[in-house]
């Protein structure tokens, strides 16, 4: 099978060739045009790369209509090194064709603050900053799935649609007429968890990256109504800092990658969004994340007093108490783990002294939680008594439990949030700047 | 950084491994128990590999609980080459432990029908056959994702939640109280495309892997209401042929990659499901895909008299035309180009004739319909004209029209049913047995 070559070349492609007299075919959009009186410079990108492709004309051989910026256009050319310092080579075009003109083009040249941006969902994406953002996510997305297959991991597609709420609360957002379609009330899943331990029951290692929906009315810049989590579930790993060595290693790999793969897009962030970026990923690589116990955590949290919300055992952790963790105490990502059971979900595995449970929230700084994980609970009668201790219908979770009466397989997993972790690999503080058409309280535009 | 390694080794990867003394640790669920007066043979997998790990346990260590079908174990012992022919190597057994029994495990060992597994949705993926299927559907997503980063796309995730209908025409679910907490009415996305063209205009070469869905009452064997689809959009690829090979070695790509990684799940496809599956895998990946016009079609289609449907140039291609197309004419896949404008959408480019569109539907023996792709239309004017032809909202689709205002991008794309190819890799007649939990028209369980 002769291997298959794309017919056009992007500007990453030919920005990273050799310079030859060979003459080349370029398409892009419109950056930036200055005009002088016989040569007119343009810079040109496709959002293959941060940097764009300077391309020089003679004048006289410009279309009649005005080029601006925002224009789409074909040029044939050759590569030349360039005398200007700025770029190590440019291009010299023969000939310029007009593709799409773009009269009143909304965005100007130069930098756009993002909050103005973020009223042009449908053109942003242009600007260098938001295609550096999509380039480090697709590099985000790849490295998830090659660190899971290379883990011998198997990735599985849960359902969207479901009749189940895995962690209760009602936050679900209901489909029209489910009953008449599917005879039961149908909700957009909150997570894949539970189908996901059903698929460990027989393939033993399984991730998801599926989307996930949650109808809570927050207007805060860590929540979207919709938002894309990557979940794992690994049978026979029974031990809880076993799994936070997974996590661990599962998100130093995807920063390494990035490192890798994304160094111009990630030093476009450390320059125009959060200097310092780039040292503090080579930390995340390098320097082991802390780890220590909710109940430590709650000494901690005691010593210091106003607290917008409560510190007290048995209550749960609230942001400001885990941005304090993170920021203040660890200055840098955190561990939390053994939680009360009081606090968490019915489907973690109790510790020995029955108070608290074998879980774990990975917490950052600036965002707080980004993962949420546990040891499940295998142990049949102990899963039922949970589920009448949380008050939660033992008819919805029959299916789960059914599993668990039938060659009941210890596991532990988690979810991770992707856009937050995209958020602490750019610097991006919004969550509604980090997917690509935000869905949020409020706001679901186009 | 010190490469991870799972604490837990696969059957997959010990059956890989040289024999050696070193004592080892298995965990696995039983296929089989075979009990002799002093030896006990049992017959472990973890999902990992389409053959399980043959194991002998002196009957004297064995537990007094009865060890059965569907028991979830650890073994411990060590690797010897086996005398039996069937398998090269053995766990010879030292020490057993149950982890999770299975009394009245509701599927017998041995062969069950597909229609009886599917019954049983959340047990079915231990046995032979839905292992294979999963396995096989991972490495078809994973060679996805390799062509398209081989291609320089960039992955992107379009919203689920939208306010547009991508084809018109009413097939959508919508969400309850979409109005109260958006400020609109929302429903669940038909297709990305709209989406990905507004993203092609800023990055040239995208492409998602996401979940769709059409609420349509169908009861088919083909049709799913939450299905996953492949789409990509590719800019300045404005020639329908060329689109069509991009496709076509899209396909290829990943049939060849699940001949490579999967064999010995299609050999057991092969045996169980479609004789004759790996040849016709591997003509595939030999031989080009056929190409027609629509035209032509239908002069062939007139030749053959009884039809449930109409055949008359300017009607829709039904299920039986494209089968028999397929099937009869081709004996293979067919691209079927070049459709009357009035049978489908507002976006497809108009051939110079007027009266056609540059836009290709693909075809398979037994499945029909996989992929429908087209050149885009990407000149304003008429693409207002085709949204009042086509008696759309102008309104609904402003944000869409607005961005062929501002420095229009040529381009081509297409959508790919993921299960529909999946049935083709497997030899899987029913699209409920190719995604692990299906919803369907009357249908949604767990």
């Not at 480090?136 to 490295?143: F, K, P």
């Not at 009330?185 to 027989?202: G, K, P, R």
């Not at 783990?337 to 489907?347: G, L, M």
Request: hydrophobic share 35%; glycine share 6%.
């Amino acid at each position: 099978m002769k291997p298959y070559r794309f017919p056009i070349q992007t500007i990453s492609h030919i920005l990273k060739q050799k310079i030859n007299s060979v003459p080349i075919t370029v398409y892009g959009y419109i950056k930036t045009v200055r005009s002088q009186k016989q040569m007119t410079f343009i810079e040109i990108n496709d959002g293959s790369s941060s940097t764009g492709l300077q391309s020089i004309i003679d004048s006289t051989k410009l279309p009649t209509i005005k080029l601006s910026t925002g224009c789409t256009v074909r040029l044939q050319g050759t590569m030349v090194s360039s005398p200007n310092r700025k770029q190590s080579v440019e291009l010299v075009v023969d000939k310029l064709e007009l593709l799409g003109d773009a009269i009143d083009y909304p965005l100007h040249k130069g930098r756009i603050p993002i909050e103005t941006l973020r009223d042009h969902q449908h053109l942003r994406s242009r600007s260098n900053l938001f295609g550096a953002i999509w380039r480090i996510r697709n590099t985000l997305v790849s490295s998830i799935h090659a660190f899971f297959q290379s883990q011998e991991f198997t990735h599985v597609h849960p359902p969207i649609l479901t009749t189940s709420d895995c962690e209760g609360g009602g936050e679900s957002f209901e489909v029209v007429g489910g009953n008449t379609f599917f005879g039961k009330n149908v909700y957009m899943s909150v997570s894949s968890q539970l189908h996901l331990e059903v698929l460990t029951h027989a393939l033993s290692r399984v991730y998801a990256l599926n989307p996930a929906f949650r109808a809570e009315p927050s207007d805060s810049t860590r929540h979207l109504a919709e938002f894309w989590m990557v979940e794992a579930e690994m049978a026979y790993l029974t031990n809880l800092d076993s799994l936070l060595d997974f996590i661990e290693a599962q998100i130093r790999f995807s920063i390494q990658s990035i490192l890798n793969t994304s160094l111009q897009d990630l030093e476009f962030c450390d320059g125009f969004v959060q200097p310092g970026l780039l040292d503090m990923l080579q930390g995340l690589v390098e320097n082991p994340f802390g780890r220590m116990t909710y109940t430590k955590a709650i000494e901690l949290l005691s010593l210091k007093k106003e607290w917008h919300y409560p510190v007290q055992w048995g209550l749960p952790l609230q942001t400001e108490h885990e941005k304090y963790l993170a920021e203040e105490i660890q200055h840098g990502p955190l561990f939390i783990t053994d939680y009360p059971t009081v606090v968490k979900p019915f489907y973690m595995k109790q510790n020995h002294n029955k108070t608290t449970v074998a879980c774990t929230d990975l917490i950052f700084p600036k965002w707080g939680e980004v993962v949420g994980g546990s040891v499940r609970e295998d142990r049949l009668d102990i899963l039922k008594e949970n589920i009448h201790y949380h008050k939660l219908s033992r008819e919805e979770y029959r299916w789960y439990v059914d599993v668990r009466r039938y060659g009941s397989v210890p596991m532990s997993g988690y979810g991770l949030g992707l856009e937050r972790l995209l958020g602490i690999c750019t610097g991006i503080g919004n969550i509604r700047d980090l997917v690509p058409f935000p869905r949020v309280h409020g706001s679901c535009r186009y």
